[in-house]
């Protein structure tokens, strides 16, 4: 059962999933862009490369020879991954999976072209002009997103055409890999999103975890709780459409699948092959097993009998306000001291505007409302500040 994980990218999420992994005694390989990354700290080995370079991820395939290569960011050179499949590594949670979803244009296709899922009107653009044209079809208000960003880089709405330039130079900047495109949305007047957790298996079903309720802005998350308030018709719809993608996507492993709830039903919005951010709730004990260790009881095929909800949970983030190069953190005394709460510090080398540095965690019993375990989540996460 010892298996050797080369892990490509190592932020917090990657972090949790190596510490899951050296609990039941994987061994593993972290890589990212800069050293002393999040997940390089509690791994065996490290990597630092350029990971869009395709050669580059030849090399550290080939010296270490993993038997799992699992990707936790977007800026990869994902076509390289059919061939490592041809060589007898396993890609979590395959080849497909990993290329489509890194690539929102892939996967919004696949949704609702080929599946036929529910999703807002949506275009595609290359430059400022082509933006300026899709926004017209689409109508404003309406999103733009990069293809390829991530925790809500290079996002932003469009209310006026005046803001259409800047929403293409704000994507620019935001934008990872070597091709600059976006995705424009129609807005969609939703009550709620949620995220569904989904877990496919070899050989067994797929199972969701209660559904994950979480507010955003600048395009990244703010807070999540579970369960979230989503009526059984949504719920069954949004899983059926959980279960539609993940299968045509293939393999085994934890997906993040995002949706928008809306008063004529659901709306698919986005999935990520891998644990998610607004899912670092189930660190707060909401579930028998959190996200990470599903994550990787699917790609080591271990059974999952079941997933059980056993609280009510919540998490807020801990935000930087400048830039550091060597962050400290105030009040971490006084989050400690609190009961029913927990805490964790990401251990980033570096500090920006708006970077998310750590997390609150806030749980109690499944009767109380959740709305309280989320208000105290985010005030006690204004007790920790992040010193530049």
């Known amino acids: 059962m010892t298996k050797k994980i080369l892990l490509l990218g190592s932020g917090e999420l990657g972090k949790e999933f190596v510490i899951a992994a050296q609990r039941i005694g994987q061994t593993i390989i972290a890589v990212d862009s800069y050293e002393n990354a999040p997940a390089m700290q509690v791994a065996h080995h490290f990597e630092v490369i350029n990971m869009l370079d395709g050669a580059e991820l030849d090399r550290i395939v080939a010296q270490h020879q993993p038997d799992f290569i699992v990707p936790e960011i977007e800026a990869i050179r994902t076509e390289r991954f059919y061939d490592y499949e041809k060589q007898g590594i396993t ?8 290329n489509f979803t890194m690539n929102r244009k892939a996967i919004r296709d696949l949704a609702a072209k080929d599946l036929g899922l529910r999703t807002a009107n949506y275009r595609y653009a290359t430059s400022a002009e082509e933006l300026r044209n899709a926004v017209a079809e689409v109508g404003i208000p309406c999103v733009v997103k990069p293809l390829m960003s991530s925790s809500g880089k290079g996002q932003s709405t469009i209310k006026t055409e005046a803001d259409i330039l800047k929403a293409w130079q704000y994507a620019e900047e935001g934008s990872r890999g070597d091709i600059i495109e976006v995705i424009v949305e129609a807005f969609v007047n939703f009550h709620s999103e949620i995220t569904l957790l989904t877990v496919t298996q070899n050989g067994n079903p797929t199972l969701f975890c209660a559904p994950i309720g979480h507010r955003q802005e ?11 308030t989503v009526s059984d018709k949504d719920l069954q719809e949004a899983q059926d459409m959980a279960r539609k993608v993940t299968e045509a996507l293939g393999g085994a492993g934890l997906f993040g699948v995002e949706f928008f709830l809306t ?10 092959p891998r644990p998610h951010d607004t899912g670092m709730v189930t660190l707060a004990g909401t579930q028998n097993f959190n996200e990470f260790e599903l994550h990787l009881r699917a790609v080591l095929s271990l059974p999952i009998f079941e997933i059980t909800l056993e609280k009510a949970g919540a998490s807020a983030v801990i935000l930087a306000n400048g830039n550091s190069t060597n962050p400290t953190y105030n009040g971490i005394p006084n989050v400690a001291a609190l009961p029913k709460t927990d805490f964790r510090i990401f251990g980033k080398p570096s500090a920006r505007p708006y970077r998310r540095m750590g997390v609150v965690l806030t749980h109690d019993s499944l009767e109380t409302p959740i709305e309280n375990v989320v208000e105290r989540a985010k005030e006690t996460a204004k007790l920790v500040t992040v010193n530049l």
Do not use: I, M, T
Request: glycine share 6%.
């Open 91 to 98: 890609v979590v949670p395959s080849a497909k999976a990993a």
């Open 218 to 228: 600048r395009g990244d998350y703010q807070e999540s709780w579970q369960p979230a």
């Open 263 to 272: 008063n004529e039903g659901v709306y698919f919005s986005e999935l990520s």
